[in-house]
Nanobody, 125 residues
Framework: QLQLVESGGGLVQPGGSLRLSCSASGFILDYYAIGWFRQAPGKEREAVSCISSGGSSTNFADSVKGRFTMSRDNAKNTVYLQMNSLKPEDTAIYYC??????????????????WGQGIQVTVSS
């Protein structure tokens, strides 16, 4: 059975850091592009970041660029989202997602084939 599970969320003060993990079972995560999305209450879902199969390329939304990074640990079949300098506007449910057919770096994470359940990140003083 395919599973995608997020962990590492919680409550953090503005300026703090969290590392989200996206762990897969039933498939090899390194073969595919992996994205992070988020949805805040009353707002539309937005793309946060994406990492290519193999992990050589990443992209980020302008709102998080310079603060967030992504990485892969293939031995653990896990992708990470390191979130630094967190702001209250980062508060949302964060979803890990898989693009099985990224085609190109430019198109990766534009189409999502499988979603995790989501995890809450709250940035508040």
């Amino acid at each position: 059975q395919l599973q995608l599970v997020e962990s590492g969320g919680g409550l953090v003060q503005p300026g703090g850091s969290l590392r989200l993990s996206c762990s897969a079972s039933g498939f090899i995560l390194d073969y595919y592009a992996i994205g992070w999305f988020r949805q805040a209450p009353g707002k539309e879902r937005e793309a946060v970041s994406c990492i290519s199969s193999g992990g050589s390329s990443t992209n980020f939304a302008d709102s998080v660029k310079g603060r967030f990074t992504m990485s892969r640990d293939n031995a653990k079949n896990t992708v990470y989202l390191q979130m630094n300098s967190l702001k209250p506007e980062d508060t949302a449910i964060y979803y890990c997602a898989v693009d099985f057919y990224p085609r190109t770096v430019e198109r990766m994470c534009k189409t999502i084939d499988y979603w995790g359940q989501g995890i809450q990140v709250t940035v508040s003083s």
